[in-house]
């Protein structure tokens, strides 16, 4: 995962790890479930996810964290 763009309350990532629909679906629904997330969008094509989160819940640092947790939890 890498870093693409980050703001006060959205970061985007790369994800090399979502090649199939199954995996974006399983890293799309396992983000959703992070702690101060209000929402995910995924483009397959380019391989990125951006969150956008609730900076008074949670950090940036928290939520790049999270997605690491969620994509090693692929099958």
């Known amino acids: 995962m890498t870093l ?7 970061v985007t990532v790369n994800v090399l790890e979502m090649i199939c629909q199954s995996c974006a679906e ?7 479930r992070i702690e101060g997330v209000a929402s995910v969008e995924a483009d397959r094509r380019g ?12 950090t940036r640092e928290r939520v790049l964290a999270a ?3 969620v994509v090693a939890s692929i099958p």
Request: with cysteine; charged share 25%; hydrophobic share 40%.
């Open 26 to 32: 399983h890293i799309v629904a396992g983000c959703r």
């Open 47 to 58: 391989k990125t996810i951006t969150l956008h989160f609730d900076s008074s819940v949670t």
């Open 67 to 69: 997605v690491d947790d």
């Open 4 to 10: 693409v763009a980050s703001a006060n309350d959205e």
